[in-house]
């Protein structure tokens, strides 16, 4: 039996005025278990391509499942799926570091006891524990950004959106958060990560999506895009430069 994407983007095309999309014909998916990279430019359109997957955005054509939902079909069950990592953090300033862990385990139906262990694991990883009971408008921006991640992996959903994680933490905090999206991989959990670093992700992820001008245009593992690209060996900064010169 074919085994279920955890998400699937069939044909999208969508933006912010109908007379003006923004994405044109968006195709793939991310399987269980997977870690998929969407890369493009500034402005190619990696987070409008994430706000239709989160249902803040109509798709004006093609479709979005999550575990083979729509969101039309069934909005708790494809919202309880998924968290989200935005690339600028988010926070309620008067909320304490811990409140907001237990707010979004809350939110999410996380079992008391599965909270208390998860969260205090995140904390450590993340050197945040003397930070737990501080407002969050008096952390620096990474410890923000921080509380944005730990607070998407206390809900342990299957699929996370993340977008660009990486800008303001500290090479430690990089290296947590990578350690722990494996982690998270290895139990199963689907991941697509967006972000400009491409030395740091290459290694990492499973697969890519290379978006231009709001198309796909690569798609597949480092050595598929590399054979895209007509540069078979070549490393991720130096394909996708190949890929996106063109058309710059
Ligand atoms: N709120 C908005 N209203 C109208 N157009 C927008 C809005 N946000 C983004 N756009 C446009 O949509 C296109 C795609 O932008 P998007 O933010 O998806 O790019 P991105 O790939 O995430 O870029 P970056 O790497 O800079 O974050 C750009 O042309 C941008 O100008």
């Known amino acids: 039996m074919e085994q279920t ?13 109908l007379g003006k ?5 968006i195709q793939f998916d991310v399987q269980p278990g997977e870690m998929v990279g969407l890369i493009g430019l500034n402005g190619a359109g990696k987070s409008t391509t994430m706000k239709h997957i989160l249902g803040l955005m109509t798709p004006h054509k093609g479709e979005i499942l999550v575990q083979g939902r729509t969101r039309d079909e069934e909005a708790q069950a494809y919202q309880s799926s998924l968290a989200f990592v935005p690339e600028s953090p988010l926070l309620y300033e008067e909320l304490t570091v811990r409140e907001h862990l237990e707010f979004t385990a809350r939110a ?3 079992k008391p006891e599965d909270y208390a262990q998860r969260s205090e694991r995140l904390l450590k990883l993340f050197h945040m524990t003397e930070k737990a009971d501080s407002l969050s408008m008096h952390l620096s921006k ?3 950004q921080k509380v944005m991640i ?3 992996f206390v809900a342990r959903p299957p699929l996370y959106i993340i977008d660009e994680p990486f800008l303001g933490l500290d090479p430690l905090g990089i290296r947590s958060l990578l350690d722990f999206m494996l982690e998270m991989k290895s139990e199963g959990a689907s991941i697509l990560l967006s972000s400009h670093i491409l030395s740091t992700i290459e290694n990492y992820c499973d697969r890519f ?3 231009h001008r709001g198309a796909v245009i690569a798609q597949g593992t480092l050595a598929e895009v590399a054979e895209q690209a007509k540069l078979p060996g070549a490393a991720l900064e130096d394909i996708f430069y190949e890929l996106v010169k063109g058309g710059v």
Do not use: R, T
């Open 5 to 17: 994407s955890v998400l699937q983007v069939e044909d999208l095309s969508g933006g912010y005025s």
């Open 21 to 25: 999309p923004v994405l044109h014909n």
């Open 108 to 110: 999410y139906g996380v």
């Open 142 to 144: 990474g410890m923000k």
């Open 150 to 152: 730990m607070s998407a």
């Open 209 to 211: 999506v290379v978006l």
